[in-house]
């Protein structure tokens, strides 16, 4: 059975940074891309940041551009989104998702990952 377990999150203060760790486990995403998503109460999942299989394509969503650093442990067969300049307006739940698909660049769409972690909670207040 494969699982996305994140952990890291929590309360973070504005202008400060965190970083989420995201394990997989029930199989490898050596080759695929995988992502972190965000969900803020009352609105859509967005895409944040995300590699392809090979790391070679990474991309953060303009939101967090400069700020948002994706990032992934292939031997542990984990993720990182290492957050700084935190700001108000990043509180949310942050997923982890991890794509089937050998994409060559980061696909930003949530239908392209086939698997999510449960996420955890990121709040910065203001």
């Known amino acids: 059975q494969v699982k996305l377990v994140e952990s890291g999150g929590g309360l973070g203060q504005a202008g400060g940074s965190l970083r989420l760790s995201c394990a997989a486990s029930g199989r490898t995403f050596s080759n695929n891309a995988m992502g972190w998503f965000r969900q803020a109460p009352g609105q859509e999942r967005e895409f944040v940041a995300g590699m392809s299989g090979s790391g070679a394509s990474t991309y953060s969503a303009d939101s967090v551009k400069g700020r948002f650093t994706a990032s992934r442990d292939y031997a542990k067969n984990t993720v990182y989104l290492q957050m700084n300049s935190l700001k108000p307006d990043d509180t949310a739940v942050y997923y982890c998702?991890?794509?089937?698909?050998?994409?060559?660049?980061?696909?930003?769409?949530?239908?392209?990952?086939?698997?999510w972690g449960q996420g955890t909670q990121v709040t910065v207040p203001s």
């Open positions: 998702a991890a794509s089937s698909g050998g994409y060559t660049t980061t696909p930003v769409w949530a239908g392209a990952y086939n698997y």
